[in-house]
């Protein structure tokens, strides 16, 4: 039974069992009811949260592992880069701008221009883009309101949550 079908029969229980029409069941019969869904809820409870548990053990073993493969893809393309620079250290020093072969060509060319800073004060207004990051800081807002100040835009708020252990 899944656990909202649980939860359910409780509320089916807890109504028909709180009819006072009914005279025709004991107490003892309403008990054992009651008794025999929460035992159903409880292990549904635990089941429920070990499998929780369960995948969040597999989210941080796939976590690891993408950043095992993470550092493994930036090192090949780190050696990659080396390989590049390396070839074409190698083929200026030769004075070869080309070198071709039945797979690829290899060949040096020029970049395109690109800017360099080296002053930045020096650089007029309208070239210059102002950019500012704001950041709340949470903890100061928490401790005014907490001490009964109140903070325009924001306020305490409670949430649950789930707790396994």
Do not use: H
Request: glycine share 4%; net charge negative; aromatic share 8%.
């Amino acid at each position: 039974m899944k656990l909202y079908e649980i939860n359910q029969q409780y509320a089916e229980a807890l109504a028909f069992f709180g009819d006072v029409d009914n005279d025709d069941m004991s107490l003892d019969t309403a008990l054992d009811t009651f008794e025999a869904i929460e035992g159903d809820f409880e292990q549904k409870v635990i089941s429920v949260a070990a499998y929780a548990k369960q995948l969040e053990a597999e989210a941080e073993a796939i976590k690891a592992a993408m950043e095992r493969m993470e550092k493994r893809r930036k090192a090949i393309e780190n050696r990659a880069d080396y390989l590049k620079d390396y070839t074409k250290v190698c083929m200026e020093q030769m004075g070869k701008t080309k070198v071709a072969c039945p797979w690829f060509n290899i060949s040096i060319q020029k970049n395109p221009p690109s800017v360099r800073v080296y002053d930045e004060a020096a650089l007029p207004f309208e070239y210059v883009l102002e950019v500012v990051n704001v950041k709340v800081d949470k903890a100061a807002i928490k401790a005014a309101l907490s001490a009964g100040v109140e903070v325009s835009g924001a306020k305490l708020s409670n949430g649950t949550r789930l707790v396994i252990k």
